[in-house]
C-alpha cells in the first residue's frame, strides 16, 4: 500500500479496492474539467465541447492508470488551486481599474 499515491491510499482506506479505484477516477475527472475551465477553455459550440470532454475523460484513464504510482491527482489539485487564485486576483484587479475610470 506504500507504492500508492496518497489520494488513491486515501480512497482505499475509505472503500474497497475496486471503489477506491472509481473514486480516484471520478476525482482525477472532476480536476481535470476544473483545470480545463478555468486555464483553457473558450466559447465552443455544444457538439465540439462534448468532443473535447469525451477526450478529456479518454485522457483521464492515462492519468488514472499513472496516478497508481505518481501523485497526478495532487498536481492537478495545485493546479487547480493555482488557476483560482489567478482567476480572482484576475477579477479584482478588473474591477479596481474600472472603479480608478
Known amino acids: 500500500m506504500e507504492g500508492f499515491s496518497p489520494t488513491l491510499r486515501f480512497f482505499m482506506q475509505l472503500t474497497d479496492v475496486k471503489t477506491a ?3 480516484q477516477f471520478i476525482y482525477i475527472v472532476i480536476l481535470a474539467v476544473v483545470v480545463y475551465k478555468l486555464g483553457y477553455a473558450k ?3 455544444l457538439l465540439k465541447n462534448v468532443v473535447i470532454y469525451t477526450c478529456l475523460v479518454i485522457g483521464c484513464l492515462v492519468l488514472l492508470i499513472l496516478s497508481y504510482a505518481l501523485p497526478v491527482a495532487e ?3 495545485v493546479s487547480a488551486l493555482i488557476l483560482i ?3 480572482i486576483r484576475l477579477y479584482q484587479s478588473k474591477k ?3 472603479e480608478a475610470k
Open 21 to 23: 479505484v472509481w473514486l
Open 75 to 77: 498536481a492537478l489539485a
Open 85 to 87: 487564485i489567478y482567476k
Open 43 to 45: 466559447k465552443l459550440p
Open 96 to 98: 479596481q481599474q474600472s
